[in-house]
């Protein structure tokens, strides 16, 4: 099955041209030779610009320059071969015979592109009619490269025949025999494809088998991402349910206290302002007749004065301004602070700070070893704080109990 490359593959993430001489970083990416050599030598810790994994280990790279490192690193030959083709593909589009003909087909061994005339006599000559000859429009930069003949690595004119594995290269058969019979291993090419066609296929199992299985890991850990944040949306969901209890509840117990206190201070300033009335009256009583007691004094007749002073004596007797007052109003009980809120609010604080600990403690207990997630950690920790919530409703009924103490004591 042909494998297509896009053309972004076919691109250098460094200078967004095509790859020229492509290197294989160990995280797998391509890179120019030449973009690897100066994006090492600008960077003090240089990484693949597009994974962030080192492009050579830190102690390789201290006394080697940075040419000699790149050197060492693998080319990939059949990125290269693509490239090369799709260069060929995108040309002008001219015959390379005619020149000033525009060209319908290509030679997928002479990679040569030719107008109709001259593909027909292409397949006319002895050398070439059993070459594959193909409409350009449906070539690809795959099939271009997959079909290029293997040539002499000296003589790229003529086909190797043979794989000389000292200098790693093909080689036809004169050259086998005048420049490399000295060569330790000289192999027959179609037996090393052969080989090399097995190697590949062997190594595209174990990739398939290990892709399978990261797939699989990678599935595994997107569950338990998605079960994790399913579990914290339902714990914060938890927490501010209970939360929301406990300010209800303190809320509740404010509106209850407050009422309390209200009903508590009404039987004590209730009759305190009846008898602030009454006084009132008292003093409205008093400041009228002294004024009328005066005005007799300043202006009355003599004779007159003897009558009004008898009955304005009969009359301030009968006031009762003598009347023990401050007996009334110490009978009525005074009204006691509640000094209870300090220490609820050191309770509360001393049952949230065990709640965050208990949650704390269970967290670490939960973390090590199994390879499944656990049930939701905070689930043991929230029926553990069910019971706790109760003990704002015991902090209410002391509220209630010290209210009505004191109004007891009093």
Not at 171 to 178: D, E, G, H, L, P
Not at 217 to 227: S, T, W, Y
Not at 348 to 355: F, Q, V
């Amino acid at each position: 099955m042909e494998t297509v490359v896009q053309t972004h593959e076919r691109e250098c993430a460094v200078c967004t041209n095509d790859l020229n001489t492509p290197k294989i970083l160990p995280c797998g990416h391509l890179l120019c030779r030449q973009c690897v050599i100066s994006w090492m030598d600008s960077e003090s810790d240089p990484v693949c610009p597009l994974c962030t994994c080192p492009i050579v280990e830190h102690e390789n790279i201290s006394s080697e320059s940075s040419a000699n490192v790149v050197d060492a690193l693998p080319t990939d030959f059949v990125m290269e071969a693509i490239v090369e083709s799709s260069h060929v593909l995108v040309k002008d589009g001219m015959c390379t015979i005619c020149d000033d003909v525009t060209a319908e087909y290509i030679c997928m061994e002479c990679v040569e592109r030719m107008c109709p005339s001259c593909m027909k006599i292409h397949k006319k000559m002895v050398a070439t009619r059993s070459h594959d000859v193909e409409s350009v429009s449906t070539v690809t930069p795959e099939r271009l490269a997959a079909s290029r003949p293997a040539l002499c690595a000296d003589h790229g004119d003529k086909h190797a025949d043979f794989f000389c594995t000292d200098h790693s290269f093909s080689i036809c058969a004169s050259c086998s025999s005048k420049k490399h019979w000295r060569c330790s291993l000289v192999k027959d090419l179609d037996e090393e494809i052969k080989f090399a066609e097995t190697t590949l296929s062997s190594l595209t199992e174990i990739l398939n088998e290990e892709e399978e299985s990261l797939k699989q890991a990678l599935d595994e850990v997107n569950v338990r991402l998605l079960k994790a944040d399913v579990t914290e949306q339902e714990n914060m969901a938890h927490v501010d349910r209970l939360h929301d209890r406990i300010q209800k509840l303190v809320e509740d117990s404010r509106i209850t206290l407050k009422k309390l206190i209200l009903d508590s201070s009404s039987k004590v300033q209730n009759p305190l302002l009846h008898i602030k009335i009454e006084l009132h009256k008292r003093f409205e009583k008093v400041t009228s007749h002294k004024d009328i007691v005066t005005r007799a004094r300043a202006v009355a007749p003599r004779p007159v004065l003897i009558h009004v002073t008898q009955t304005l004596t009969d009359r301030v007797n009968n006031l009762d301004v003598n009347a023990d007052i401050q007996a009334e109003v110490w009978k009525i009980p005074s009204l006691a602070p509640v000094r209870l809120s300090d220490d609820v609010v050191k309770r509360i604080e001393t049952e949230l700070h065990l709640l965050e600990q208990q949650l704390a403690e269970d967290e670490v207990t939960a973390l090590p070893t199994s390879k499944r997630l656990s049930e939701p950690l905070m689930s043991q920790f929230f029926k553990y704080f069910q019971h706790k919530v109760s003990f704002l409703d015991a902090v209410e009924d002391e509220f209630h109990t010290d209210i009505l103490q004191t109004e007891e004591t009093e």
